[in-house]
């Protein structure tokens, strides 16, 4: 083979091995989607999974992708990178909400910004901007007087500054009543007290269309709309229907400076499974899945909306594709829609110490049968044999004003927009036609963008990779001859949900743990470092609180912290063999998966060579035994020449090379002077040798012989 060949042979196999260590590397990736999609039933989709052939062309990731930018005008990089900074303000909102003179906090052109004031409230802002360093501050922005929705006869600003949704929802619905009021809610720099038409639920029958879901709901709006009708004078100063009549709406607005009244359009519960899949209850409402989770034995469940469950009487839920019942997707086994078991905002009217009764609108599906794997992802409905384009879930983050959002639904597949508010909203619950009173009040926002259908309820809303909340409601249809009402949507905050789950865990997407040192192939020894890494992609970043747990074959397993970096490392073992271990990403009840690991022993070194003590001399190692030494043989002796009296005496001939000496290595070469012995190399006893020195005594004979001829021949001739 040529040279050339042998370089062109090696080159390949670099390239080769660098592939292959490109191919490592990527795996944990692969092998959690590659996971994720195996354990999906191949009989029925999974919940969490994407769904072919369902209404219209499906949702799938350019579908998301345009979604983004429609509504938002981001790129999906742009939507996930401002998932991460809302679930930043989230965390800071958590420690702003009981400081004396917190307002809000909302997102603005990539910036955080909190409103509020107060020496306490400042001190607290300061020591946060450390952890937000784009954080600002801005002070409340009082009422406008007489503008918006005030009653022309207000007269000047109150002189209250409301300090929460909570406190002020609370002292409406003592002063004047939960009849008409549809939101107290924080927004732009304030708060809003929203009137008007009851809110209705959007559930939907399975009738076939999403416009004749809608209708079915046509008989609670009306309902709603007759119970509410007085409210539409709520606005101009008059007493709420049905309230207590102590106080007006307006009345009680003027009190606060930085309170305004606004009337809306009512809302409805759009009940109608990666979360968004939908589901038919078998009280025969249409729904949507929401997110996976884990209930308190680590079982997998599915979360939706309360309201699907109609109050408990819901007893299982079946997958829907396409109007068309599929398999069993599980029992119902915890709903609840307003104040605990499902309770009204005013349970005992005559209890003036507890007047408004808040909670929420979740239901949990259990019981999940063998075959189907809830994934922690919303899903884009795409292609089912490509389930990485699902968005992943990696934590949740509570709503924050100007946060970006996106839902997913089976009805309205992905719709994005902003939150716009957030604070208490009303719904009628199941009963309201026959029992005005029926009115169900829960934490959650508000969005003018997201736009929504019957059978949405219960979809997930995601902020990049961070679970927000489930839809619970949106904007009514308008009656016959009304105009269409203003668009909007609104979800039920997630972690108000699982606080009253105790015990549940939402599934978190995790990636299978890299070993990066030792290096793939290397050795270990003992006491040494074995570290790695927890890839993020697809996700933004390793959910938060995560762990690799580490089981050396033959010991206790282990959990090891995995930093921000996605980082970790643990301290290999003494042992003489091979070290074999499983590394597993874990995450409360989540796991990646395990990886098993192999790393050779590293060989022991040698014994260093003992030093002598000081002041004794390491003893001189014994000499090697040398080869004879090499010896020229005697030149011949020259024939006599008859001596000539006019001729000069011969040349005596050269001397005899010196004997070495016996313990001399090296062989000595006669008459080259400039040849140093220890430039060349001893290669012991030759036969070479002798005829070499033979052949150069002969030619000393010669050039004697003619130089003496030579003087005879002149001598002649004189």
């Given at each position: 083979m040529s040279p050339a060949s042998v370089r062109r042979y090696l080159s390949l196999g670099a390239v080769a091995g660098i592939l292959v260590s490109s191919a490592y590397v990527a795996a944990p990736a692969w092998a959690a989607d590659g996971q994720a999609a195996a354990t999906a039933s191949p009989e029925a989709p999974a919940a969490g999974t994407p769904v072919a052939g369902t209404q219209g062309s499906g949702?799938?990731?350019?579908?998301?992708?345009?979604?983004?930018?429609?509504?938002?005008?981001?790129?999906?990089?742009?939507?996930?990178?401002?998932?991460?900074?809302?679930?930043?303000?989230?965390?800071?909102?958590?420690?702003?909400?009981?400081?004396?003179?917190?307002?809000?906090?909302?997102?603005?052109?990539?910036?955080?910004?909190?409103?509020?004031?107060?020496?306490?409230?400042?001190?607290?802002?300061?020591?946060?901007?450390?952890?937000?360093?784009?954080?600002?501050?801005?002070?409340?922005?009082a009422r406008r007087a007489g503008g918006g929705a005030q009653s022309s006869g207000e007269a000047g600003e109150g002189s209250q500054l409301a300090v929460s949704t909570e406190q002020l929802f609370q002292a409406y619905v003592r002063d004047v009543g939960p009849e008409g009021l549809q939101a107290v809610m924080a927004a732009d720099g304030k708060f809003v007290i929203r009137t008007g038409a009851l809110n209705a639920p959007e559930s939907a029958r399975p009738s076939g269309t999403a416009a004749a879901d809608a209708t079915t709901t046509d008989a609670t709006t009306a309902a709603a709309r007759t119970a509410g009708g007085a409210t539409a004078g709520a606005?101009?100063?008059?007493?709420?229907?049905?309230?207590?009549?102590?106080?007006?709406?307006?009345?009680?607005?003027?009190?606060?400076?930085?309170?305004?009244?606004?009337?809306?359009?009512?809302?409805?519960?759009?009940?109608?499974?990666?979360?968004?899949?939908?589901?038919?209850?078998?009280?025969?409402?249409?729904?949507?899945?929401?997110f996976s989770a884990f209930d308190p034995a680590g079982l997998p469940a599915v979360l939706s909306a309360g309201h699907c469950a109609s109050d408990g009487q819901a007893a299982t839920a079946t997958l829907e594709f396409q109007f068309v019942r599929k398999d069993q997707l599980g029992e119902f086994g915890f709903s609840q829609f307003g104040g605990p078991g499902n309770s009204r905002i005013i349970e005992n009217p005559v209890d003036p110490d507890n007047p408004g009764n808040v909670g929420t609108d979740i239901s949990v599906i259990h019981n999940i049968p063998e075959g189907l794997d809830p994934l922690p992802a919303a899903s884009t409905w795409g292609d089912p044999s490509e389930p990485g384009p699902d968005v992943k879930i990696i934590g949740t983050a509570d709503p924050v004003l100007g946060m970006p959002i996106c839902r997913s639904g089976r009805t309205s597949a992905w719709s994005c927009g902003t939150v716009d508010a957030v604070g208490?909203?009303?719904?009628?619950?199941?009963?309201?036609?026959?029992?005005?009173?029926?009115?169900?009040?829960?934490?959650?926002?508000?969005?003018?963008?997201?736009?929504?259908?019957?059978?949405?309820?219960?979809?997930?809303?995601?902020?990049?990779?961070?679970a927000v909340g489930t839809h619970a409601a949106g904007d009514a249809p308008p009656a016959p001859g009304e105009p269409a009402p203003a668009n909007f949507a609104v979800g039920a905050t997630l972690s108000e949900s699982l606080a009253v789950l105790p015990g549940y865990q939402l599934e978190l997407f995790?990636?299978?743990?890299?070993?990066?040192?030792?290096?793939?192939?290397?050795?270990?020894?003992?006491?040494?470092?074995?570290?790695?890494?927890?890839?993020?992609?697809?996700?933004?970043?390793?959910?938060?609180?995560?762990?690799?747990?580490?089981t050396v074959e033959g010991k206790d397993p282990v959990e090891v912290?995995?930093?921000?970096?996605?980082?970790?490392?643990?301290?290999?073992?003494?042992?003489?063999?091979?070290?074999?271990?499983?590394?597993?990403?874990?995450?409360?009840?989540?796991?990646?998966?395990?990886?098993e690991f192999e790393f050779a022993r590293a060989a022991a070194e040698p014994p260093a060579p003992e030093q002598p003590a000081p002041g004794n001399p390491a003893p001189e190692p014994p000499a090697p035994e040398q080869p004879n030494p090499i010896v020229p043989a005697d030149p011949a002796p020259v024939p006599a020449v008859p001596a000539d009296p006019a001729a000069p005496a011969p040349a005596a001939p050269a001397p005899a090379a010196p004997q070495p000496?016996?313990?001399?290595?090296?062989?000595?070469?006669?008459?080259?002077?400039?040849?140093?012995?220890?430039?060349l190399a001893n290669t012991g006893p030759s036969g070479l040798i002798p005829a070499a020195m033979a052949a150069a005594a002969a030619l000393a004979v010669g050039i004697i012989l003619t130089v003496l001829v030579r003087r005879?021949?002149?001598?002649?001739?004189?």
């Open positions: 949702l799938s990731e350019a579908a998301l992708d345009d979604a983004v930018q429609r509504d938002l005008g981001l790129t999906r990089e742009q939507f996930t990178a401002a998932g991460g900074l809302g679930a930043q303000a989230a965390a800071a909102a958590a420690q702003l909400r009981d400081v004396p003179g917190y307002a809000g906090i909302r997102l603005d052109d990539g910036h955080v910004v909190v409103t509020g004031s107060g020496p306490e409230f400042l001190a607290k802002v300061a020591a946060l901007a450390g952890t937000l360093p784009d954080l600002a501050v801005e002070a409340p922005q606005a101009t100063g008059t007493t709420a229907a049905g309230g207590s009549g102590r106080v007006s709406p307006a009345d009680f607005v003027a009190r606060y400076a930085n309170v305004e009244l606004d009337g809306a359009a009512p809302l409805r519960s759009e009940a109608d499974v990666p979360g968004g899949v939908g589901y038919i209850a078998d009280t025969g409402w249409i729904c949507s899945t929401g208490i909203y009303v719904v009628p619950g199941p009963d309201f036609a026959a029992d005005p009173t029926d009115l169900r009040a829960f934490r959650g926002f508000l969005s003018y963008g997201v736009q929504s259908s019957g059978g949405d309820s219960g979809g997930p809303y995601v902020s990049g990779n961070y995790l990636n299978k743990p890299a070993v990066s040192s030792p290096a793939p192939g290397g050795t270990y020894e003992p006491g040494q470092a074995i570290s790695g890494n927890v890839p993020a992609a697809p996700a933004s970043a390793v959910a938060p609180g995560s762990t690799v747990k580490i912290p995995v930093d921000a970096a996605g980082t970790w490392s643990f301290t290999a073992p003494e042992g003489n063999g091979p070290l074999r271990f499983t590394a597993e990403t874990a995450n409360g009840f989540s796991t990646s998966g395990g990886v000496p016996a313990d001399a290595g090296t062989v000595v070469v006669p008459f080259d002077a400039g040849t140093s012995p220890a430039d005879r021949s002149r001598r002649s001739a004189k």
